[in-house]
């Protein structure tokens, strides 16, 4: 995103660039399981944490499953399902279940990041997976054969770039956190590359630009 140049008499036009990560990682995830749900709700450009929330409020209340009492009102249970969305504690709550479970965090630090019992940690964890086992039965199933093939993961083109885990062996099943580190590192490391890859090509368009009034400029800040 560009935002308007800064200009004066004395200082060349300076343009800043900010990136919008727009819920990337979750992205790379759901299009390399794949995770056909999530991966079309991203392709229309939803909320995917407001959808994610509105499907487990579904599922918590046509189960009339017991959940805990947050400010007086039971979570995800204080009103009708297809009404909860930005500005909700359950979407923030959500938000960070997708995470925490497409990387297979256990389920003690899983409360511990969404901020709820052990029990309701659990019980959330259950559900995002009914909802989407492709996050276990493609994405994580990928992570696996992986490395126990090659030791190695590879991020997609165009930032083609491998992760080697060192400390897999021939002799041993591969550790918990091992997985959860691959688990992560995949969406982490591609989303990295891609950016570390924008600010190269933005720097090369800077630098070409031969502009006798810009070349204090870029090369003050791009040089």
């Not at 964890?125 to 492709?134: D, S």
């Amino acid at each position: 995103m560009l935002c308007d140049p800064i200009v004066s008499d004395s200082v060349a036009p300076r343009v800043w660039l900010f990136a919008d990560y727009n819920q990337a990682e979750s992205r790379i995830v759901a299009r390399r399981g794949p995770v056909p749900k999530l991966d079309a709700w991203y392709r229309e450009g939803v909320d995917v944490h407001t959808y994610v929330a509105r499907v487990i409020a579904k599922t918590v209340q046509e189960n009339k499953i017991a959940m805990p009492t947050n400010n007086g009102r039971q979570m995800f249970k204080w009103k009708p399902w297809d009404e909860f969305g930005k500005g909700d504690d359950e979407r923030d709550i959500s938000k960070r279940t997708v995470h925490g479970n497409n990387y297979d965090m256990g389920i003690d630090k899983l409360a511990l990041v969404l901020g709820v019992p052990f029990e309701t940690a659990k019980i959330l964890h259950a559900i995002y997976h009914a909802l989407f086992p492709e996050i276990r039965g493609n994405y994580h199933t990928w992570i696996r054969t992986c490395l126990l093939r090659t030791k190695t993961i590879w991020t997609p083109e165009p930032v083609k770039f491998r992760k080697v885990f060192h400390g897999i062996n021939n002799y041993s099943e591969l550790s918990a956190d091992i997985l959860r580190s691959a688990y992560s590192a995949y969406p982490q490391c591609t989303v990295g590359y891609l950016l570390v890859r924008c600010i190269n090509l933005c720097a090369t368009v800077f630098a070409r630009d031969d502009r006798e009034q810009l070349k204090d400029q870029w090369c003050a800040y791009y040089g």
